[in-house]
């Protein structure tokens, strides 16, 4: 059952969606092909180049080369400093040798494909202690999809022929998770994180976004956490008492020291249209109010650290 959202630990859900997707990334690693390849991309400014990357090739002798993107490669905005390069070589990656027997660019290192998890976890603490990539949703979305497309979900409810298409009634917590599921992973190209909780997890432009179905099955909530250590109660409740009065559709909460951005939708019966406009207006609200409340309220943006 999902926590109350005053009992909702944000930092935790980052972490239960990082363990997850190392674990399916395990799985991916695990039973790669000879000669086969995936690269995830870590999406982290809109600067042009080449982005960070950490990429995987299964050779013949059934072997994982990993390779993290090395500043031979990379775009000028992205080039790594001295204490992301002390962090790579912390973590076990051989340096780059481009003058070597065997020429390397990129970081590397070389493990038998049965220890899956070790490189996956490696792989992990790269793109989140050396590349700067807050969460999993983050990491560029056509090689997301190949981490997490071959999970099949179960086949989603489907109304009888003479119920609309455009609104249907789920029967329980679980056929409307499976229909919310099914709309996201429309809108995303692949099946959405979900943390312990059971909430979606996933990116919407900056903002971290969380999709919730309530155990009655009657709602569903989208919130997005817009501020996090926030200074001054007091001052931060008038600032957002104004905009719950001025911004449509949104409510704007405090919880103890974040503020969070929150739309209610009806889920009885599920409207998937109505989904895909929560998701527009959090898009708004993220890229329109986070750094300016941010400075108002003496907080910072949730992905600040990483910007």
Same mark, same amino acid.
């Given at each position: 059952?999902?926590?109350?959202?005053?009992?909702?630990? *944000? &930092?935790?859900?980052?972490? /239960?969606?990082?363990?997850?997707?190392?674990?399916? *990334?395990?799985?991916?690693?695990?039973?790669? $092909?000879?000669?086969?390849?995936?690269?995830?991309?870590?999406?982290?400014?809109?600067?042009?180049?080449?982005?960070?990357?950490?990429?995987? +090739?299964?050779?013949?002798?059934?072997?994982?080369?990993?390779?993290?993107?090395?500043?031979?490669?990379?775009?000028?905005?992205?080039?790594?400093?001295?204490?992301? *390069?002390?962090? #790579?070589?912390?973590?076990?990656?051989?340096?780059? +040798?481009?003058?070597?027997?065997?020429?390397?660019?990129?970081?590397?290192?070389?493990?038998?494909?049965?220890?899956?998890?070790?490189?996956?976890?490696?792989?992990?603490?790269?793109?989140?202690?050396? !590349?700067?990539?807050?969460?999993?949703?983050?990491?560029?979305? $056509?090689? *997301?999809?190949?981490?997490?497309?071959?999970?099949?979900?179960?086949?989603?409810?489907?109304?009888?022929?003479?119920?609309?298409?455009?609104?249907?009634?789920?029967?329980?917590?679980?056929? #409307?998770?499976?229909?919310?599921?099914?709309?996201?992973?429309?809108?995303?190209?692949?099946?959405? @994180?979900? /943390?312990? &909780?059971?909430?979606?997890?996933?990116?919407?432009?900056?903002?971290?976004?969380?999709?919730?179905?309530?155990?009655?099955?009657?709602?569903?909530?989208?919130?997005?956490?817009?501020?996090?250590?926030?200074?001054?109660?007091?001052?931060?409740?008038?600032? @957002?008492? &104004? @905009?719950?009065? &001025?911004?449509?559709?949104?409510?704007?909460?405090?919880?103890?020291?974040?503020?969070?951005?929150?739309?209610? #939708?009806?889920?009885?019966?599920?409207?998937?249209?109505?989904?895909?406009?929560? @998701?527009?207006?959090?898009?708004?609200?993220? $890229?329109? #109010? /986070? /750094?300016?409340?941010?400075?108002?309220?003496?907080?910072?943006? !949730?992905?600040?650290?990483?910007?």
């Amino acid at each position: 059952m999902p926590a109350p959202m005053n009992e909702f630990d *944000l &930092d935790r859900a980052v972490e /239960d969606a990082w363990v997850a997707f190392a674990e399916r *990334l395990s799985e991916v690693v695990s039973v790669m $092909d000879p000669d086969g390849t995936l690269t995830l991309g870590a999406i982290v400014t809109e600067e042009p180049g080449q982005e960070p990357f950490v990429r995987f +090739s299964c050779r013949p002798d059934r072997t994982i080369h990993t390779q993290a993107s090395g500043n031979a490669v990379l775009a000028d905005a992205f080039k790594l400093d001295v204490r992301q *390069l002390q962090l #790579l070589d912390e973590l076990g990656w051989d340096a780059p +040798s481009p003058l070597g027997e065997v020429p390397e660019v990129n970081h590397s290192f070389v493990m038998p494909q049965e220890e899956s998890r070790a490189i996956a976890d490696l792989a992990v603490a790269t793109l989140r202690g050396v !590349f700067a990539v807050p969460h999993p949703a983050f990491l560029a979305p $056509d090689q *997301l999809a190949e981490v997490l497309g071959p999970r099949v979900p179960r086949e989603l409810p489907t109304p009888d022929a003479e119920t609309p298409t455009l609104a249907i009634r789920a029967t329980s917590l679980s056929a #409307l998770m499976e229909l919310v599921g099914g709309e996201l992973a429309g809108a995303l190209g692949h099946q959405p @994180l979900t /943390d312990s &909780d059971g909430d979606f997890t996933l990116r919407v432009g900056s903002a971290m976004v969380f999709v919730r179905c309530t155990p009655d099955a009657r709602e569903v909530i989208v919130f997005s956490p817009l501020v996090l250590e926030v200074e001054g109660r007091s001052r931060a409740m008038e600032i @957002l008492s &104004d @905009l719950n009065t &001025d911004v449509r559709f949104v409510r704007f909460l405090l919880v103890r020291d974040r503020v969070f951005a929150s739309i209610s #939708l009806f889920a009885q019966p599920f409207v998937p249209a109505h989904l895909r406009q929560a @998701l527009e207006a959090m898009t708004w609200v993220a $890229d329109a #109010l /986070d /750094d300016e409340l941010a400075t108002r309220l003496k907080g910072r943006t !949730f992905f600040a650290d990483q910007e």
